[in-house]
């Protein structure tokens, strides 16, 4: 897996302060999208035991409330494992920390992923140009949902997230 940046005392991509990683991979390809440098799977950096370290160091800190995944896009077919085992140890780690993450896969065809369950909040669906809302929370077109994926899980059905 590789990425482009982790940026710390993030308040914009998620509820409280967080850490963001932001993963390098995007088959979508949004027109109008904020991030179009980070679509090509092959740049950016390689995430390894160091990159590793400092997203951990961050997240040892009590004042963050957790982690966002965002991109590119995190679930990206090649990124899916690594993202996935990622999320798990951070979970396993950090139990208490809230994992977002963004993708422009919508839930319906991403749900059965074995590592949901390990989501706190799912921002899902392709940004749409047409449908940009600068008022919205979390998300850049009125399309997207901020899905809480726990309470999604436990009811049978999407519950949106309402903070």
């Not at 982790?6 to 967080?18: A, F, H, V």
């Not at 850490?19 to 904020?34: A, D, F, I, Q, T």
């Not at 370290?53 to 963050?64: A, C, V």
Request: hydrophobic share 30%; with cysteine; charged share 30%.
């Amino acid at each position: 897996m590789r990425y482009h940046d982790i940026t710390t005392d993030d308040m914009k991509n998620g509820s409280g302060l967080r850490v963001v990683l932001w993963v390098s991979g995007c088959e979508h390809k949004c027109p109008g999208c904020h991030n179009p440098v980070t679509w090509d799977i092959n740049d950016g950096l390689l995430f390894d035991d160091a990159a590793k370290s400092e997203l951990f160091s961050e997240l040892e800190k009590s004042y963050i409330s957790g982690v966002t995944f965002s991109g590119g896009d995190p679930l990206h077919t090649q990124n899916r494992k690594e993202v996935g085992e990622l999320i798990c140890e951070i979970k396993e780690k950090f139990p208490k920390k809230t994992i977002w993450l963004y993708t422009g896969y919508n839930y319906d065809n991403i749900w059965t992923l074995d590592f949901m369950d390990k989501i706190d909040v799912l921002v899902d669906g392709r940004y749409d140009e047409e449908l940009r809302d600068t008022k919205l929370h979390w998300r850049g077109s009125a399309n997207q949902r901020v899905i809480d994926i726990k309470k999604t899980i436990s009811e049978g059905k999407i519950v949106l997230y309402c903070g």
